[in-house]
């Protein structure tokens, strides 16, 4: 097991990802609430909330409220989603450490979601990229659909690594190729990643996968193998729900520390305190959390 | 990804292992159509019940009438569970063409679960060998606890090693090493097959996880890339709960098929079938079936 990296990254996308994904609308104050215990359980980086409109994603709209609420620990980042210059300029305001930009690898899936061309997203992206460096944020990209597209299908790993290296280019310090519809299985991310560092090192890559058809772990193995050291989850699989169908969440935080600490992988998360971040907030969901580690964590202590 | 084998055997325990685990009693006529559904799906090997005490498990309690009302499908095994010589006895008259024995790696379990110390559950193991091999009669092994147990925790990869040389020594075709706690890492499978596989070809092995910490996948993925190709598994993920803690299922079908269709390795499985066994037997169960892949193909037909 030598092949793998001795220490992984785990950026912790819980709070914004996950909760936006939620149908309830969770309590500002549970938000910061989660968020510091996020912190206290090692994460050094925290995607804390979305400067989005609140018309279109109505659980972020406190986004502002959280972060001047949230208790700032030495050595985390607290990084916020970004969708535009004025979305930039509120997240300025609240003092995020980093922005995210959010194109998509799929043209179709672009125009959808975002739109915008994959073209104009790139330079909607540099127009955001530019101003936070220039005003001192760091700058994160999610390609979306990396994997595969809801509408078109297959994408082609050629593309992914292209618009991979052009938003290295345009100063993002790392790209997380994301699976936003859960489809990707071990080959195809074997394949992807062989494409894109060919153009971009895999030090300035992540991987964010969504546990749609259970594969997110055996995934991360197969990205792990390929030297990739950064993965994106979500305490407790937020957003995801295990018995409405098609509510799928990230990664569960849980899974992937059991997964890394069986393999003896350093990840500096305390697997306890982060099962106390998801006990914390899963009454505010209305719904049980789907992580397996974390069901299990609560079946032994029920038995207690 | 050439390392891996071309073609796997999928052994479905789902009958048993699932619906002995199941809270309800799922009634003979469906348990009848299920097997039969799931032997239209490709399946060539179906465990389809125990022949135990009704007293102890009496979701069983059916195994001769279920034998005697499926339709036998010709390529494929029907087999059944036997803890002793009065079951190997009710299983020969239902015709079975397999028995499976279940002794325990971990001495503590043997001695709770079955009441038997390791060694004297393998001479009850080779007495029902003798007996059902004279007959005509295929036998494997299950080997509980080969990977952590409930009561002593670690369990030496050498001892199961050991065991399951001995296993193969007294008839059994294959070993299905068995993670039945469901606490199993890809390290840990590494390391129980490098031990094993010293002694036993991995051709005469099988892998049986349960789902408990969503490892399953990641560890039939270790466990291929050592070469191992039969894997357990149960349609829909029976037996588990997606909300009920402590309720964890063994692997499922639909999940495996996933995987390795995307790694292009042949099964010889039609998915679609298999999720149309799940989609029937669910209603029975009184609570949807946690298989990740089966509830996104439910979503995706419910938004049709």
Partial sequence: MSRFPAKVRIVEVGPRDGLQHESAFVPTAEKIAFVNRLAEAGHTTIEVSAFVSPKWVPQMA????????????????????????????????????????????????????????????????????????????????????????????????????????????????????????????????????????????????????????????VNVYAGLEAGVSTFDASAGGLGGCPYAPGATGNLATEDLVYLLDGLGVVTGMRLEAIAAASRAIEPHLGHPLPSRVFRAMQATAARG
């Fill in 62 to 217: 406190d986004a502002a409220e959280v972060f001047a609420g949230i208790t700032r620990r030495p050595g985390v980042r607290y990084t916020a989603l970004v969708p535009n210059l004025q979305g930039l300029a509120r997240a300025r305001a609240a003092r995020v450490d980093e922005v995210a930009v959010f194109p998509a690898a799929s043209e179709t899936f672009s125009k959808r979601n975002i739109h915008r061309t994959a073209v104009e997203a790139l330079a909607d992206a540099k127009r955001i990229s530019d101003e936070a460096r220039a005003a001192g944020l760091r700058v994160r990209a999610y390609l979306s659909t990396s994997f595969g597209c809801p509408f078109e299908g297959a994408v082609a790993p050629a593309r992914v690594a292209d618009l991979t290296a052009r938003l290295i280019d345009l100063g993002a310090y790392e790209v997380a190729l994301s699976d936003t519809i859960g489809i990707a299985h071990p080959r195809l991310v074997s394949d992807v990643l062989y494409e894109v560092t060919r153009r971009v090192p895999s030090t300035s890559l992540a991987l964010h996968f969504h546990d749609t058809r259970g594969t997110a772990l």
